[in-house]
């Protein structure tokens, strides 16, 4: 069932399309992330839901309220979405104390003293702050503040949740256990989340649903596992992991490479529908290439020109021709020396085609 | 040959203590890593090394030469100890162009104009900057600026360059390739190398040997990226080295049990007669599967992070993590959701004694 | 402790440490404390008590009274003005707000006392344009204002004092992170509710800050008091030492009641700026925010346009009409002639520059005296700021304290102090002679260079000279090659800092002046003291332009140089 709806929402300064014609719609106690570099349009896209932005075209609707829509003039400022958010900057008052601060939204509305009371204990409480509900936000680490801004959202008993980067700003030790807390406070409380962030892994981590942007324009609408499996284009395929991508010429049903340095193997086809490209794109992944022996003919020769032991990881760079590849293979597994000739494999290879 | 030997180098700050008797040698052409916390003191014996601190007691060598003694009050000012210094800052000058920059040490030495020139043009173009060099460093990008700070310390040809945390300012992406950069010039050029970082990571990538540092500032451990990961001397090395799980065993009429369960550790026993263990080892030591031989446990959560799930899973009482490449998870029916039941087996284990990680943890 | 460093660089270190103070002890502490020992030692022993006479004695405790009383309302005055315009520039969809802004900044470049001279013309009771204009056309039987009063003094220091406050609000304004209202904003409250629980409490330090700077500045100011407060008998601080010294000729009780009036100021300015301290010390929040968005402007809806026109009349009538008068007046033939256009004419302008030798002695002494001390307070103050900012000697306590004095010590103190010090008593008589005014000059303007040079040094982070020691070069070579060059802005902005204010100075220099050597600032106020309105109109003029010039230069460095 959708909760958060958006319509064809758009954005534009001046001549710059920073949100282009944006659809999608969010259940309710979903977690959804967007997810894309910076200057993607993401931060621009939460701020319209949030009332911050005005829209240049579409309409945001939660439930069967209708927030924002240019056209019909209809506009809800940002105090009556009745949404909580938290902000990369923490943005808790510094001169207002941790309860004060949470207690903030529920003074707004005028509730009772008592439930005020009750209520923002029990922000406290579920954010682990209820010992620190006296002091001054500027005592407390960078992850406290963070904890406080979430609280006061919390407060108010929000059905949408906007987080805008949140753990950007913290160490990242604290970023993996704060993504935990949210994942549980989420879990607990039942509310929807809109996500933005631009590390992937945060987002493969906490969402149901991921939408990948680029330019203003959506890539890519899908579970984490979908969007990890099938990737929609390559840009999508760039921006989750650490990526290879050979240049390849299509000849005949397979494909050559532009130096000809190598033999590519016959089992690496790219499928039908390319094969009219003047250049394609083999995509890997450096964890999804396996060195093989020197006669298997599913192998691409190259020379190891660098080798890293990295702890858990060891690191190669294999030189193909003049392009170069990236292999990270576990500590355990053997792999070849600097310098030597070796072959690889390519476990789950993509293909694009190259612009 | 020995190029920098440290002995007995004590140093602090009003009451507090950051070296005792510290003793070092760092060997001719080598790429040495001093790894540690923050506040440590490994800043510190850099500065120490460069003669922009003295110390309180001890001697240091450079190149077999006495720079600093303090029983004969000797200390050799840092501009005559021939160094070349790399900032975590940068410390490129702002009001002067690349060249300028590149130019100074061999203006301040007095080099013929024409010698001056292509030596600077050489080292601009050595480290990536062709054609950049008029440019102010305010028009470069940070990795252009290190760039820049890096062609000035390796202009004057020193012997040995110190790199205080040089790539902690840049970004993620840009610090992996310029670790391998410095890794290169550092061969091409054939200079010793001292590291000064608290990223293992970088350690690791870069070293020749390293050094590893506890928050008091004493050495923990000196050996090659290898040693130090894999035979880790104690278990502030072992935690500082990486992801490191530690499950807590008990012995029970001779048997190594986990946590609070009857599973005994299908591993090699522990020497000695402490009753009371950790168990430590890296995700990577972990094997998991639904069933076989192994330790039975619940996997709390699954987390997938792209190209890697990662399992938090219960034993006994005693939570362990560990992650496995997401295709294999794929290929293989190993992926888990939170409270499914699998078993572990160890590729690799490591025993220390509970009651010494307690007293470590405690500084 | 470190033996080589020390060796190196002893004998030089000590020399500028030693130096330094020397300096400030000479310049600045030397005579505060004179005075503090005239106050407070009569006939060779510690008289606390005679002291307490005189404060206690109707003219000195009215004295006072009125500054207190005059200070007060100017800060409450410039407070509530400055921090709303601030907040309107800031913070809502005002039209023009970058125009805006900039005029609200232009009363800074204006010598108040020219402004009190306008004024004067304006609305003194009875021969003032707008009085008469209402008494002759409007049927008034009375001034309708009387500009001669606490109220009339007060407005006028608020005119020329309330970008103090201004610019620190709309500086925390500015850099204040927008998500903190943002947030507020989610949580439920609209546009005015947070403003007032949340933008207002965050920049209360700077708010209060800039109500401080005006209270200390206002306490000491002689100009405007003097222009309009004398003629009715109102005095201040200043405004007394200056009667009570000028009309006795230096007798002894005379200067036993400046100086016992200057401890006054002494205390108070001391107790101001550690209450300031302290508040940006610790209330100080962490504001400044990552992300920048432009903040949420308020919507004014249908108070926009009364506002811009508020702003706009505000403009009109506080900036352009008193320059216009100033500039009408310089023009008229004889003060009291209507402005038509026969009776205007450039004759003035002409006459002060080429043919008056009183006026083109000022404007030449104060071009020198403002040049020269420039000069010397930037190279004294870059020696000192270097000392207290970046070098590790013993004895550089004595060097911090001793450089807070000069933010301390008003105007009219310095005067009183430099008569005691350099009058013959120690053996260097310099009274009515320019050396005296240009001492005193050094002194005033010290905080000014030590602020700039400070501010510079800081951003010269310790490892840009450390990487030049590594490269090989020594201590004096690091100096000359790295220090300097990037201390240059910093230096420029000191010597303009100074340069531009000397050039209207009148507090120090109306104690100080001889017949020879009046600067601009005197020469105005005496000439209008004297009754030649015109001719000090037309010099008034003539330095308005000198300022504003002088101002589009550092604008225009400055904007080079992207600061």
């Not at chain 3, 000059?441 to 510079?456: D, E, G, H, T, V």
Request: aromatic content about 10%; glycine content about 8%.
């Amino acid at each position: 069932m959708s909760y958060v709806r958006l319509v064809n929402v758009t954005k534009r300064f001046g001549d710059v399309t920073a949100v282009n014609s944006l659809n999608f719609e969010i259940g309710k106690g979903e977690c959804f992330s967007m997810l894309g570099p910076s200057g993607c349009g993401k931060t621009t896209t939460l701020r319209m839901v949030a009332g911050f932005e005005d829209l240049s075209d579409g309409e945001v609707w939660v439930g069967d309220r209708l927030l924002s829509s240019p056209k019909k003039n209809h506009y809800l400022p940002p105090e009556k979405r009745n949404f909580g958010m938290v902000f990369q900057a923490f943005a808790v008052w510094p001169h207002l104390s941790v309860y004060e601060n949470v207690a903030f939204p529920l003074r707004i509305r005028k509730l009772p003293d008592s439930e005020i009371d009750q209520r923002t204990k029990e922000a406290l409480k579920a954010t682990n702050l209820l010992s620190a509900a006296n002091e001054s936000p500027d005592f407390l680490s960078g992850g406290g503040k963070q904890r406080v801004a979430l609280a006061r959202a919390l407060a108010i008993n929000p059905d949408v949740m906007l987080l805008d980067e949140p753990l950007s700003s913290l160490d990242p030790h604290l970023r993996e256990e704060m993504r935990f807390e949210i994942k549980e406070l989420q879990q607990k409380y039942g509310f929807s989340i809109i996500y933005v962030t631009h590390d992937q892994s945060e987002a493969m981590a906490l969402s149901d649903r991921i939408l990948v942007m680029k330019l203003g324009v959506v890539q890519q609408i899908d579970t984490p596992l979908n969007i990890y499996n099938h990737p929609a284009n390559q840009f999508v395929f760039s921006f989750i992991g650490l990526s290879n991508f050979l240049k390849a010429i299509p000849q005949d049903g397979h494909v050559i490479l532009p130096d000809q340095s190598e033999a590519v193997p016959m089992t690496l086809k790219p499928p039908d529908s390319l094969r009219d490209a003047a250049l394609l794109s083999l995509a890997s992944r450096p964890s999804e290439i396996d060195f093989t022996h020197m006669e298997d003919p599913a192998g691409l020769h190259g020379i190891v020109s660098r080798k890293a032991f990295l702890g858990e990881i060891i690191d190669y760079q294999i030189k193909v021709g003049d392009q170069v590849l990236r292999v990270q293979k576990g500590r355990r597994d053997p792999g070849p020396e600097p310098g030597a000739v070796c072959a690889i494999h390519f476990l789950r290879p993509f293909w694009y085609k190259e612009k | 040959m020995d190029i920098i030997r440290v002995e007995g180098v004590a140093k602090s700050y009003g009451q507090h203590q950051v070296h005792k008797n510290l003793t070092l040698a760092i060997k001719k052409g080598e790429c040495f890593t001093l790894l540690g916390p923050s506040g440590c003191g490994k800043t510190v014996l850099l500065r120490l090394l460069a003669g922009f601190e003295s110390p309180d007691a001890g001697k240091i060598y450079i190149d077999d030469t006495l720079v600093s003694d303090v029983a004969h009050r000797l200390e050799i000012p840092p501009e005559n100890r021939g160094l070349g210094i790399v900032f975590q800052d940068y410390a490129v000058w702002p009001h002067m162009t690349v060249f300028e920059n590149v130019a100074y040490p061999l203006k301040i030495a007095k080099r013929p104009k024409e010698e001056m020139r292509e030596q600077v043009m050489k080292m601009i173009d050595i480290v990536g900057m062709h054609g950049l060099d008029k440019r102010l460093p305010s028009e470069l990008s940070g990795g252009q600026q290190q760039r820049v700070a890096l062609a000035r310390a390796l202009v004057g040809n020193p012997s040995l360059m110190l790199l205080d945390e040089p790539l902690s300012n840049l970004d993620a992406n840009l610090r992996e390739e310029m670790r391998f950069e410095i890794k290169e010039l550092q061969r091409k050029l054939d200079i010793t190398v001292l590291y000064v970082t608290h990223d293992q990571e970088i350690g690791l990538a870069i070293s020749d040997r390293v050094a590893v540092m506890n928050e008091t500032g004493e050495i923990q451990q000196i050996g090659t990226p290898w040693e130090i990961f894999e035979q880790p001397v104690n278990p502030f090395v072992f935690h500082f080295m990486g992801i490191a799980n530690s499950i807590e065993v008990r012995r029970e009429n001779g048997a190594y049990l986990v946590g609070k369960g009857q599973q005994p550790v299908p591993w090699k026993s522990p020497e000695g007669d402490t009753a009371h263990w950790i168990a430590g080892f890296r995700p990577s030591d972990v094997q998991i599967a639904r069933d076989g031989e192994g330790l039975r446990g619940i996997v709390r959560r699954a987390n997938f992070l792209g190209a890697m799930m990662d399992y938090l899973i219960e034993i006994d009482g005693a939570h362990l993590r560990t992650s496995i490449e997401t295709h294999r998870a794929l290929s293989e029916n190993l992926m888990f959701k939170a409270g499914d039941i699998c078993t572990i087996r160890f590729l690799n284990l490591l025993w220390f004694e509970a009651d010494k990680v307690k007293e470590a943890a405690q500084p | 402790m470190s033996s080589i460093k020390t060796k190196s660089s002893f004998g030089v270190a000590q020399v500028i440490l030693f130096l330094s103070i020397a300096i400030l002890v000479i310049v600045v502490a030397f005579p505060v404390l004179l005075i503090l020992f005239n106050a407070f030692w009569v006939n060779d022993e510690f008289n606390f008590a005679g002291a307490l006479e005189i404060i206690k004695e109707p003219q000195t405790f009215q004295a006072l009274k009125n500054s207190l009383i005059i200070a007060t309302g100017t800060t409450i005055g410039s407070t509530i003005v400055g921090t709303f315009f601030a907040w309107l520039v800031t913070r809502t969809d005002l039209p023009h707000k970058t125009f805006m802004k900039s005029m609200f900044l232009v009363p800074f470049m204006l010598p108040s006392f020219i402004g009190a001279l306008a004024w004067k013309m304006l609305l003194s009771p009875n021969a003032g344009f707008i009085n008469q204009f209402f008494i002759q056309h409007l049927g008034f039987t009375g001034p309708i204002f009387n500009i001669y009063s606490y109220i009339g003094i007060s407005t006028v220091e608020v005119m020329y004092l309330f970008p103090f406050v201004f610019i620190q609000v709309c500086g925390a304004l500015e850099r204040m992170d927008p998500t903190l209202e943002e947030s507020a904003r989610i949580s439920g409250a609209g546009l005015f509710t947070i403003t007032r629980k949340i933008t207002i409490p965050l920049v209360m330090p700077s708010i209060l800050s800039g109500a401080l700077l005006i209270m200390l500045y206002s306490m000491a100011h002689f100009g405007t008091v003097a222009v309009l407060g004398i003629e009715n008998g109102i005095y201040n601080i200043p405004t007394l030492i200056y009667e009570r010294i000028h009309q006795s000729g230096g007798s002894f009780d005379a200067i036993r009641t400046g100086t016992v009036l200057a401890t006054v100021l002494v205390i108070s300015a001391a107790i101001i700026i550690y209450a300031q301290r302290k508040i940006l010390g610790s209330g100080h929040y962490q504001i400044i925010g990552g992300k920048s968005f432009r903040p949420m402007e308020l919507k004014l809806r249908g108070l926009r346009m009364p506002l811009m026109i508020f702003c706009l009349a505000y403009i009109a009538f506080t900036i352009v009409l008193p320059t216009v008068v100033i500039f009408l007046v310089g023009s008229l033939k004889t003060y009291g002639l209507a402005f038509t256009f026969d009776n205007l004419s450039l004759d003035n302008y002409k006459f002060i520059l080429f043919d008056y030798k009183v006026t083109r002695d000022a404007i030449f002494n104060s071009v020198t005296l403002g040049f020269t001390a420039a000069i010397i307070t930037m190279f004294a103050g870059v020696m000192i700021s270097y000392v207290i900012v970046k070098m590790k000697v013993r004895g550089k306590g004595i060097l911090e304290f001793l450089g807070m004095l000069p933010f301390s010590v008003p105007g009219s103190v310095i005067a009183l102090g430099v008569i005691l010090a350099w009058s013959g008593q120690f053996g260097i008589n310099l009274y009515n002679t320019v050396w005296i005014i240009l001492v005193a000059y050094i002194a005033r303007y010290m905080a000014f260079s030590l602020k700039a040079n400070s501010a510079a040094l800081e951003q010269v982070h310790d490892s840009l000279v450390e990487a030049s020691r590594a490269c090989g070069a020594t201590m004096w070579q690091s100096l000359r090659d790295i220090v300097l060059p990037l201390v240059r802005p910093g230096m420029l902005a000191a010597f303009f800092l100074i340069f531009l204010p000397s050039l209207r100075e009148l507090t120090v220099s109306i104690m100080l002046y001889a017949p020879t050597t009046r600067t601009i600032g005197v020469a105005i106020y005496t000439l209008n003291e004297d009754g030649e309105t015109v001719i000090s109109a037309a010099l008034a003029g003539i330095a308005l332009i000198i300022i504003i010039l002088g101002q589009s230069v550092i604008n225009h460095f400055t904007k080079k140089a992207g600061v």
